[in-house]
Structures are given as C-alpha cells and as structure tokens.
C-alpha cells in the first residue's frame, strides 16, 4: 500500500514537472514571437521604440502630412516665382499664363474679377483725387500681385509724352477696361478737354466707372458702354464732336483696322489726327500695321518697349492723318 502511494506521488510530481515546463515552453515562445513582432514594427517606424502599439498607422499619416505640405510648397513656388519668370520673355506664354490660367483660378478662388481685385485694391492704397496714386496703385497691384493688360507703366511714358505733347482738346479711347489709361489720359488734359472713352463690357464699365471717379476725374471723362462699330458713326450726333486730336485704340486687336477705316468714313479724323494704337506687337494687329504703315494718308512711328509687367517685346504705333 505504501509503495502504491508512492509510486501515485512521484506520478504526480513529474505531471507537474511537465505542466510547468509546457507553461514555460509556451512562455518562451509567446516572448519570442512577440519579440520578433517589436523588431518589425521598429524596422518599419523608422527605428521608434515600440510602446505596445503599432507604429505604422502613426508614420504613414507622418508621411501623407510631410508629402502634402512638400507638394503644396512646390505648388506655390512654380505659381508665385518660377513659371511668371519662366514666361517673362515670351509674350504668347505670358498672356495664356496670366490672363486664361491665373485669372480663372483667382477668379474661382477668390469668387470675385481680376477687374473688382484692381479696383479693391486702388481703395486700399490710392489717394482719393489723386490720379497718380490711382497709377501707381494699379502699377504695383499688376506687377508685384495679379498681372493684367493695361498699357502699363512702361508704355504708359509713352502714352503720357504723347498726350503731353499733342495737348488734345478731344480724345477718343477705344477700350476703357478698368480705367488705367482713361486716368493717365485724363489726368494730363487741359481745361475743359473732353475724353470719350468706349467700353463693350459692362462688368468692366462698372469697375472704371468707381477707379475714374476715385482719382477725381470723373468730370472729365464720359464713358460710353457699347460695340466701337455701333457708337462711332454716332459720334458727332450724340456728343458734338466735330473730330479727335488723339485716338487710342486698345480695345479688341481685330476691331482696330476697321474702326479706323469706319473714322475715317464719318469724318472724325482731321489733319494732324493722331492714332496711338496698343500691343501692336503682342498679341498683335498686323493687318493694321501693314494699313497705316503703307497708307499714304498716315505718318506712322513704331515705339518699342514691353508687354506690360514683362520683358516681351511688344509697342506702340503712333500714326499721324495726313488727311
């Protein structure tokens, strides 16, 4: 009997020796594997100690944040710096990246015109009744933020020497836009002078309306909203000029060639008329260059100079009636 209870003991014992070395065994490769788990998770997290999370969904939201942001700089850079530089020389590039491209995207981003942004921004920097302030306001608005075709500060010079030279009584202006080169015309007029200026777009008509009115001029200038073609025969009629002293013709290229002719049929041109015509280089008037340049009833003098806010060439032609 006794050594049928011993041999029930030592049984036991050695059931309970392999118990505890089965629970060590399975201790020992639960330690294992998970040991084998934390290395991945270093090695996949850059190196981090593991804190008994995975380190994966931590680095990979990391790694979306640093590649956005990284886009987003790149982004800016080409917009703010490199494509203006690269497109700087080239007048074609110039006018598709800044009046299709940037200006719809401002215009989506901003929910607003590159017309209202000009005027927003003569009424934060301009003197009220000071037509300078008014230039120079749009000049650096349209160099240093948001280009846009007005004749410029360069040809503008141009424009000013021109009408200082001339000292017109009458001006005609084809193409009011925003009302930067009405300001510069106006502002250089003498007293009781009258300055017709004609603009098809009445959202634009709007904006030059307030930018006019800003630099103190308003009194000077009469806008007219309308097609070129349909007011010119109604000049003499419906505003008693007789003729021009000084025409400027930037309003669309392919209007100026048969505006001029139809001047020249209702009579509003006299000896010693004066043409000033913008951007005859870029985007270009050719068949209005190859009239006045060989028409013996002009005298015409081609300026060089720049697209405006660029360094691609383009000018002015000033043509004198002969008559």
Known sequence: MHSLHAHIQQSSE??????????????????????????????????????????????MWLTLLYSCTGGAALLYALYKWVIPAAVQHHGGLALVW????????????????????????????????????????????????????NVGDEKGCILDSVVSELNPSTVLELGTYCGYSTVRIASLL????????????PDFAAVARQVIAWAGLQGKVQLVEGASGDWIPKMKEQFGVKTFDLVFLDHWKDRYLPDTKLMEECGLLR?????????????GTPDYLEYVRNSPRYKSQYFKSHLEYTKAEDGLEKSVFLG
């Open 14 to 59: 050695m059931g309970d020796g392999r118990k505890k070395g089965g629970e060590e065994l399975v201790s020992h490769k639960c330690s294992h594997m998970f040991s084998k788990l934390n290395r991945f998770s270093s090695s996949w997290g850059g190196g981090e100690k593991s804190t008994g999370s995975p380190a994966c969904p931590h680095m």
């Open 190 to 201: 003498p007293p009781h002078a009258k300055l017709i200026t004609l603009e098809f777009n």
């Open 98 to 149: 800044h009046d299709f491209i940037v200006e719809r995207l401002m215009n989506t981003l901003t929910w607003s015109t590159r017309p209202q942004r000009i005027l927003r921004a003569v009424q934060q920097s301009a003197t009220r009744g000071d037509p300078r302030s008014v230039v120079r306001a749009i000049d650096q608005f349209c160099r240093h933020k948001e280009w846009a075709m």
């Open 271 to 283: 000896k010693g008329s004066i043409l000033l015509a913008d951007n005859v280089i870029c985007p």
